[in-house]
């Protein structure tokens, strides 16, 4: 019997899913996604942000949805008949449940990556930096590599501002 060692190049491949937003795209690790559900799912709340369209009931919890582009400064504009609600997993740090909802405009689409498939790209002026870790070239598409860490402690103080 013969076992195979990995090489150099399988040994730095990365799993991940590429999210489709209304302008953007997200690149982020495939174990950060827990589920997809339906976007009819949300419960609008008026007393948060924009970027903040609501509560979803997931699971016995209820996460907040975001919406990544108006928080990044981007256009909102979208196809409500596409959208979907990408369940993400984050460290927990300010988010007790550890888990937030995105809303995206399609499933996301899996990738397997290694340092070649990935080439940095500068941040767009209207970013903010303080959310994102990079863009990146991914094949012929530009993904922005979101900072979960940063999104989670977002999300936590726009809950706490509003009372949610």
């Not at 937003?21 to 419960?43: F, K, M």
């Not at 340092?115 to 994102?132: G, T």
């Amino acid at each position: 019997m013969t076992v195979d060692t990995p090489t150099p190049a399988t040994r730095q491949q990365l799993y991940a899913v590429l999210i489709a937003l209304a302008g953007d795209t997200l690149l982020l690790p495939n174990l950060a996604v827990a589920e997809v559900v339906a976007r009819d799912a949300v419960q609008p709340n008026p007393r948060l942000p924009p970027w903040l369209p609501g509560l979803l009931e997931w699971n016995g919890r209820r996460l907040p949805v975001l919406r990544f582009e108006p928080l990044n400064r981007g256009e909102a504009a979208s196809d409500p008949r596409r959208e979907r609600l990408v369940v993400l997993n984050s460290n927990g740090r300010h988010l007790p449940s550890g888990q937030f909802a995105l809303v995206t405009q399609a499933y996301p689409h899996l990738v397997t990556l290694n340092r070649a498939a990935l080439q940095p790209l500068p941040l767009r002026e209207r970013d903010r930096p303080e959310l994102l870790l990079a863009r990146a070239r991914v094949a012929n598409q530009e993904a922005l590599i979101p900072d979960l860490d940063m999104l989670e402690a977002e999300i936590a103080r726009a809950l706490t501002t509003a009372g949610v």
